[in-house]
């Protein structure tokens, strides 16, 4: 089993995570924050990856120190879980349309961490969390697991579908990514390293 698990205590927050990459989308999700519990629920449900989140943080002042440190302690966990990266596909690529919205994620487990992020959300809350904070969310993520990361809404009207649709994308390029492949001999690289 495929297990990374990481506390981290701050001033701001106190996240604990423990994620199983080989899984069946089981998931016991509080970070004090509705829609975003939601959210990480699809990325473990699409992922079938086993995920354990449990969040405090200052919520009286925003969102932002909360969404992000969870992030980081998500990105630590996958990095950690992967180990040498031997025999993973290493690329995931996914397109989810939610309804009137098309969103699409891809993945390389590469060790550069680089994010670009492509959406433009019609709305500057969904529930009470401010949507330009999914970007913060993505890009804590690829730079703590060392992925590159794009996302990108093709095109979309409602806010919570096509945020939705990124963070389904996302559990399902991940588990593409993450996925052994015995076929591959050792890691998938010319360079012998990732």
Request: with cysteine; net charge negative.
């Amino acid at each position: 089993m495929r297990i990374g698990e990481l506390s981290r205590k701050t001033y701001e927050t106190d996240v604990n995570v423990k994620i199983n990459l080989d899984g069946s989308g089981k998931y016991n999700i509080d970070t004090g924050i509705g829609f975003f519990n939601h959210m990480l629920c699809m990325i473990a449900k699409h992922g079938m990856t086993d995920l354990d989140i449990a969040a405090k943080g200052d919520l009286d002042v925003d969102f932002h120190h909360t969404i992000e440190d969870i992030g980081i302690v998500i990105g630590k966990c996958i990095k950690d879980s992967l180990g040498d990266k031997k025999n993973i596909k290493r690329y995931g690529t996914f397109f989810i349309p939610m309804d009137e919205s098309l969103s699409m994620v891809s993945i390389d487990l590469s060790g550069r961490p680089y994010l670009v992020f492509d959406a433009d959300f019609k709305t500057e809350k969904v529930g009470e969390m401010d949507t330009e904070l999914v970007e913060e969310f993505f890009r804590a993520v690829a730079f703590n697991a060392e992925m590159t990361l794009h996302i990108k809404v093709i095109y979309g009207k409602n806010t919570h579908h096509m945020i939705e649709g990124i963070f389904k994308a996302f559990g399902h390029a991940l588990k593409e990514a993450v996925c052994i492949d015995s076929s591959i001999n050792g890691i998938m690289s010319t360079k012998g390293t990732i």
